[in-house]
T-cell receptor
Framework: EDKVVQSPLSLVVHEGDTVTLNCSYE??????LLWYKQEKKAPTFLFML????IEKKSGRLSSILDKKELFSILNITATQTGDSAIYLC???????????FGGGTRVLVKP | GAVVSQHPSRVICKSGTSVKIECRSL??????MFWYRQFPKQSLMLMAT?????????EQGVEKDKFLINHASLTLSTLTVTSAHPEDSSFYIC???????????????FGPGTRLTVL
């Protein structure tokens, strides 16, 4: 059975701190890994990672994939209160477009 | 960018009634849409894949007679929760698949979700 596991489940930090979120997976026929940010409503897309070792960056957020060790990390530097959200990772397989989501990490950034 | 809407955003109903939720792709055609449910403090769980013009594909453990899916047009899929019970209370989110074309990635765009409360 395909499995996507995120850690930690939740964390609380203060503004300006750096946060590292983990996503590990055990799936057959891996194609890509996606990161989403979910505030009150629908998830919004952050990154899609397909190749190992290539960092993707968007402002204070960055992410990298390790296909040998089967995990990805999402980094947020200089956190702001607006970064408070649930961060979800999902894996897409080679067949079809279904996404298998991890359990999410709830991040709370305090002022 | 691609926009997906859901209606209603929130619904409260009595136990035993049926509730219909709509998912629309507003500026693109989507032959494939997905329905997820999300319990409080949990992740999204895929319920079914909605295919335009054909039957939906349900994930293991999801009752197809309870969660009826109709994808009658290229921009609309509906999920009907039949004979709803309190345990069906959840956040239901749809996504619509925007095809990337030959050699390009297909992308799922999510709707804003529908919060269902069954009393």
């Amino acid at each position: 059975e395909d499995k996507v596991v995120q850690s930690p489940l939740s964390l609380v930090v203060h503004e300006g701190d750096t946060v590292t979120l983990n996503c590990s997976y055990e799936v057959t026929n891996f194609r890509s890994l996606l990161w989403y940010k979910q505030e009150k409503k629908a998830p919004t897309f952050l990154f899609m990672l397909t190749s190992s070792g290539i960092e993707k960056k968007s402002g204070r957020l960055s992410s990298i994939l390790d296909k040998k060790e089967l995990f990805s990390i999402l980094n947020i530097t200089a956190t702001q209160t607006g970064d408070s959200a649930i961060y979800l990772c999902a894996v897409k397989l080679t067949a079809g477009n279904k996404l298998t989501f991890g359990g999410g990490t709830r991040v709370l950034v305090k002022p | 960018g691609a926009v997906v809407s859901q209606h209603p955003s929130r619904v409260i109903c009595k136990s035993g009634t049926s509730v219909k939720i709509e998912c629309r792709s507003l500026d693109f055609q989507a032959t494939t849409m997905f329905w997820y449910r999300q319990f409080p403090k949990q992740s999204l769980m895929l319920m079914a894949t909605s295919n335009e013009g054909s039957k939906a594909t349900y994930e293991q453990g999801v009752e197809k007679d309870k969660f009826l899916i109709n994808h009658a047009s290229l921009t609309l899929s509906t999920l009907t929760v039949t004979s709803a019970h309190p345990e069906d209370s959840s956040f239901y989110i749809c996504s619509a698949l925007l095809r990337g074309g030959v050699g390009l990635t297909d992308t799922q765009y999510f709707g804003p979700g529908t919060r269902l409360t069954v009393l």
